[in-house]
């Protein structure tokens, strides 16, 4: 059984920062790829930033120069700083997990920001 849990959500005003965590535990053979999506109501999910096992990064354009993903431990934990958060980061983020074998994804936390 995988679990994928995520942590670091919350309300914060306009400019303001929050971090996110992802920890995978279970049975995955191996992870080649963590990732944060989102996805705002009445909106697609949407990709914000994924790191390889090796640390290879990748952005969505909207969250380049403010959001900074990092893998603490390359086995199985994720976090992603968000600085200069805007409204429109207001979304659920959910982290996904692919393995070698399947994709697992979290229950998703909830940030808001305010503006």
């Known amino acids: 059984q995988v679990q994928v849990v995520e942590s670091g959500g919350g309300l914060v005003q306009a400019g303001g920062s929050l971090g996110l965590a992802c920890v995978a535990s279970?049975?995955?053979?191996?992870?080649?790829?963590m990732g944060w999506f989102r996805q705002a109501p009445g909106k697609q999910r949407e990709l914000v930033a994924s790191i390889t096992r090796s640390g290879r990064t990748n952005y969505a354009d909207s969250v380049k120069g403010r959001f900074t993903i990092s893998n603490p431990d390359p086995k199985n934990t994720i976090y992603l700083q968000m600085n200069s958060l805007k409204s429109e980061d207001t979304a659920v983020y959910y982290c996904?997990?692919?393995?070698?074998?399947?994709?697992?994804w979290g229950q998703g936390t909830q940030v808001t920001v305010s503006s």
């Open positions: 279970g049975s995955i053979w191996s992870i080649n790829t």
């Open positions: 996904k997990v692919e393995g070698s074998v399947s994709d697992y």
